[in-house]
């Protein structure tokens, strides 16, 4: 299958912090009217994983979308275990099969658009059997496309180099190392790229003083030092430098930095509240270029200059 360029909408809505796991509490009610919202602005990426709030998120994706009667796509990725205690990775060919057949009820479609595996290591994509079975379930018209959600560049070359069609990378303005350390395979391959966590985990939003501390349940809270996140604070002057003309916020410019590597399908948006949803959409722009070119190609400058080795 081709890139999904023309099927999805370069904006995406990611599930993983409506699921209440990732940055704490998000009510059911809440997480619906976020994709309700996004698919009323016309969203038609909706991207998730098996684990994300034990599959409340793939449920609530296919029940939202079947009411909606649109037909968005759903990206989800499968390879993750939740024991009572924690997460472990499941990556072998029965785990798998069981996996798909179990998101594809929870969804509620026949076919899924686009499956990854989830985080796996580079030598269990060198061994063949997980991308194996994501192969066979392709060819048999159960997998629209298949890829890998890859957790560094080497996993993301081993994913591309086995033919993976799709790619999910975190990829922002202060983390371009994996996408570039991959650029040339995946445009020589037109492999699909899904970036995530564009906005650093909020922290590009450029709302936080130096002092910001994360409750209980906010993965941030173990992310970042004190000392590292007062540094990364420091930093967003970079970001602040990019506001000027459309581009209304930082938040926007960080947005727009992933939206102007032309590499990129959809970035992958996680707002939790439909407030947030709306001002991601809203600030985008609605195509190239997203930044002035100017500002783009001193950028990298600045960050090395600034001690970010991105
Ligand atoms: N391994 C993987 O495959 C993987 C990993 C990460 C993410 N993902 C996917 O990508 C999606 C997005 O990832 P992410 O959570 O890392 O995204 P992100 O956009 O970098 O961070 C999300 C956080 O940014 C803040 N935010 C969102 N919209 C905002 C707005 N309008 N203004 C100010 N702050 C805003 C919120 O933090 P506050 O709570 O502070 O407001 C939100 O929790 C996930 O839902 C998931 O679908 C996949």
Not at 132 to 141: F, N, P, S
Not at 245 to 251: I, K, Q, S
Not at 274 to 301: D, H
């Amino acid at each position: 299958m081709q890139a999904l360029r023309e099927d999805v909408t370069e904006l995406a809505l990611g599930t993983w912090g409506l699921s209440g796991e990732a940055y704490g509490p998000v009510s059911p009610a809440e997480a619906e009217a976020v994709i309700d919202r996004a698919l009323e602005l016309g969203v038609t990426l909706f991207d998730t994983a098996d684990c994300y709030g034990r599959g409340s998120m793939e449920r609530m994706l296919g029940d939202r979308i079947r009411k909606h009667g649109s037909p968005a796509w759903i990206a989800t990725r499968i390879g993750t275990e939740r024991g009572e205690e924690r997460a472990k990775k499941a990556f072998e060919p029965a785990q798998l099969r069981d996996a798909f057949e179990r998101s594809r009820d929870r969804i509620g479609r026949d076919r899924i658009d686009i499956c990854l595996l989830h985080n796996p290591n580079v030598m269990t994509i060198e061994r063949g059997e997980a991308i194996g079975v994501l192969k066979e379930l392709t060819d048999k018209g159960a997998i629209g496309a298949w890829g890998v959600s890859a957790g560094d560049q080497h996993v993301a070359l081993a994913a591309v180099e086995s033919g993976a069609r799709v790619l999910s990378l975190a990829y922002n303005i202060f983390h371009t190392r994996d996408l570039h350390a991959v650029a040339g395979e995946i445009a020589m391959r037109g492999v699909s790229v899904l970036a995530h966590s564009v906005l650093s985990y909020g922290l590009l939003a450029a709302h936080w003083g130096p002092e910001r501390t994360f409750d209980e349940g906010d993965h941030r809270r173990e992310r970042w030092s004190p000392d590292a996140l007062r540094r990364r604070v420091a930093q967003l002057k970079l970001v602040r430098d990019l506001v000027g003309g459309d581009v209304l916020t930082p938040r926007a410019a960080a947005l727009r930095f992933v939206l102007s590597n032309s590499l990129v399908t959809s970035a992958v948006l996680g707002p939790r509240s439909t407030a947030q949803l709306e001002q991601l959409l809203r600030e985008a722009g609605s195509g190239p270029p997203y930044l002035p070119e100017s500002a783009l190609s001193i950028l990298p400058s600045r960050l090395l200059a600034a001690g970010i080795s991105s």
